[in-house]
Every structure is written in C-alpha cells, then in structure tokens.
Nanobody, 119 residues
Framework: QVQLVESGGGLVQAGGSLTLSCAASGNIIRINSMGWYRQAPGKQRELAAAITNDGNANYADSVKGRFTISRDNAKNTVFLRMNSLKPEDTAVYYC?????????????WGQGTQVTVSS
C-alpha cells in the first residue's frame, strides 16, 4: 500500500501564492509519476500538474506559467507552487501517485486539501 499525506492548502487572496506538499510512504517502488489533481464544486476532477520519475512535467493549460511542480526524490515528496492564484483555482487538490505493478498500473490518492482563492 501507499500512503500520501498532503499539506499546504488554505485561504488566499487573488494574486497570492500557496505551496502544496505531498509526502509518499509505503510501497513506493516503480513510480511512474506523482502529481496534483483538483476538483471544484460541481465539476469533474482534473489534472493540474504531474511530474514523471525522470522529471518531465505536464501542466493543465489553465495553470501553465503560474504553477510549478517539483519533486524531492530522496524524500518521496512532490510540491506544487501556485502563484498568481485566481478564484477559479478554488478546489480540493488531491495528490496522486501512479506506479507500475507486475501486470497493471496502480493509482493512489491523498485525502485532499482545500484551496480557496478569494476575489
């Protein structure tokens, strides 16, 4: 099993910044990627940003240029630096880890952390 512990959410004014952290523990071998998804009220969960094990990052168009994802492989931790936050960034942010199994891939999720951006 894999455990993901998130921190760093909160309330911020538009234009402000937050940094989310997610620490992974447990059976964290053969990791494909770690990332952050978000889900706003009444909307589907969507990818915000993800980073592969070799450091390649992928961003949603809506956050490009404002969000930066990074990893500390030694600490099995992924970070999401969010700058120039907008009210539409308000959502529950979920940490995600995907790893390769013998016959299939596995996805794990954190409990979610609320990010609220006030106008």
């Amino acid at each position: 099993q894999v455990q993901l512990v998130e921190s760093g959410g909160g309330l911020v004014q538009a234009g402000g910044s937050l940094t989310l952290s997610c620490a992974a523990s447990g059976n964290i071998i053969r990791i494909n990627s770690m990332g952050w998804y978000r889900q706003a009220p009444g909307k589907q969960r969507e990818l915000a940003a993800a980073i592969t094990n070799d450091g390649n990052a992928n961003y949603a168009d809506s956050v490009k240029g404002r969000f930066t994802i990074s990893r500390d492989n030694a600490k099995n931790t992924v970070f999401l630096r969010m700058n120039s936050l907008k009210p539409e960034d308000t959502a529950v942010y979920y940490c995600n880890l995907e790893r390769r199994g013998t016959f299939t891939n596995y996805a794990y999720w954190g409990q979610g952390t609320q990010v609220t951006v006030s106008s």
